[in-house]
């Protein structure tokens, strides 16, 4: 790994336990401050470190550079407010004694406590992902405008609009009291739940995976489930859920970087590992009374992540999705159910029930219409590929969906 790659590397480890520890010590109103002392620290290690070699402990020379940086901004800022403008506070006492702890658990406890604070109510979905991908993630504007398939321009307004919400709310980086922990909990796991679909599901036109999403997603969860007052049942079945799906991310595309449909993969690639800690964190899911929409997926994911087949697989895939639709109703879990069904009550009634969602705006819907209609009517089963063509935004799903279109034509001709 050449030098580049590994400080690209550190960035991605080491900027956000840095930056929530920053963060908490400015208060979420200078956000900006952190941001410029955690940049400028890797700026000074790209410099150095092309002269003088990278150094035997890295994350080391990284701390105490942010220490020393934050020091003396608060030595310049001390004296610009006690002779020029002393109105400006922070969120701590801002003396040469202030402590910048850098200590692995006040890392911890900082970035689950700034997981919180990001992911509030008060700012949009978008707004709360972006920043947890460029604040929790280490991710670069290009990147995230790469993830959304929009402009970084885009992207800027997106967290200069959450940046204010944090600002004029007064949002605090603190992990919400007991009472309250439920309800805010719940964003929290929207937000990491969107996080790793879209890296699962991404909708960037280079790829059909963003591997990277899924594992910060996984990570960002792990803090939660670590810490005692956010371990809960809901917390456990989402880890349990990303882990069954992160199982057979190795085997959704082949080397060519093409998409695999589940029934062809190659199931020797999946990740025993992945899946034996998938069935731990769904049985932890089922201590107490509560089922979530994330129980019942992680459930769904298990039968997809088992390699021994019951008979009655599809039969429990499609109770499961009878549930989940009554907890919790979208489109795209109603268009997953069709699937099920087509396994258990055939292609006619679940071409009957899929016609009914009228979701022409996917290419998932048109996908799934050109699977349920072959072998039944090719030239319609050409018509939704043909369309899911033209809606599908990565080449890897469009070459896919285009050896559907040439092979069922070919079997229409002969």
């Known amino acids: 790994m050449n030098l580049q790659s590994q400080i690209a590397q550190l960035y991605k480890t080491e900027y956000r336990k840095i930056i929530s520890v920053l963060c908490k010590l400015f208060g979420l109103a200078h956000i900006e401050i952190a941001e410029d002392i955690a940049n400028d620290t890797f ?80 700012i949009s979905p ?145 990740d025993e590992d992945l899946i034996a800690r998938g069935n731990y964190f769904l049985i932890r899911s089922a201590q107490g009374n509560e089922i979530s929409k994330y129980h019942l997926e992680a459930s769904i994911a298990y039968w997809h992540s088992t390699k021994i087949e019951p008979t009655d697989k599809w039969e429990k895939i499609l109770q499961l999705y009878n549930q989940l639709l009554q907890i919790e109703y979208s489109p795209v879990t109603a268009l997953n159910r069709t699937f099920a069904l087509s396994k258990v009550s055939g292609k006619e009634k679940a071409i009957t029930e899929a016609l009914k969602l009228d979701l022409k705006g996917s290419h998932f819907y048109h996908t799934l219409l050109g699977h349920l209609y072959t072998g039944i009517d090719h030239r319609k089963a050409v018509g939704h590929f043909e369309l899911a063509l033209h809606l599908a935004a990565s080449a890897s799903d469009q070459a896919i969906i285009q050896q559907h279109i040439e092979r069922l034509k070919n079997s229409i001709h002969h």
């Open 43 to 122: 700026l000074l290690a790209t410099e150095n470190w092309h002269l003088k070699g990278i150094p035997d402990n890295a994350a080391a020379w990284l701390y105490t550079v942010a220490k020393n940086k934050t020091r003396d901004y608060i030595r310049r800022h001390k004296l610009f407010s006690e002779k020029i403008k002393p109105e400006i506070q922070y969120g701590q006492s801002a003396s040469d004694e202030t402590v910048i702890d850098l200590s692995p658990q006040n890392m911890t406890d900082s970035q689950l406590q700034m997981i919180f604070a990001l992911c509030n109510p008060l």
């Open 126 to 270: 978008e707004g709360q992902i972006g920043l947890a991908l460029k604040i929790l993630c280490g991710f670069s504007t290009s990147e995230i405008a790469e993830a959304f398939l929009t402009s970084q321009e885009n992207i800027q307004k997106r967290l200069f609009r959450a940046k204010e919400k944090l600002r004029t709310a007064a949002i605090k980086i603190e992990i919400p009291e007991a009472a309250a922990i439920g309800k805010r909990l719940e964003t929290v796991l929207t937000t990491l739940y969107l996080l790793f679909n879209e890296g699962y599901h991404t909708r960037s036109k280079q790829t059909h995976i963003r591997k990277e999403l899924c594992l910060e997603a996984m990570r960002l969860c792990y803090l939660l489930i670590e810490n005692k007052n956010t371990n809960k049942p809901a917390v456990n079945a989402l880890m349990a859920l990303m882990c069954f799906h992160a199982s057979r991310l190795n085997a959704r595309m082949n080397e060519l970087g093409e998409a695999i449909l589940y029934e062809a993969q190659n199931r020797a690639l999946w």
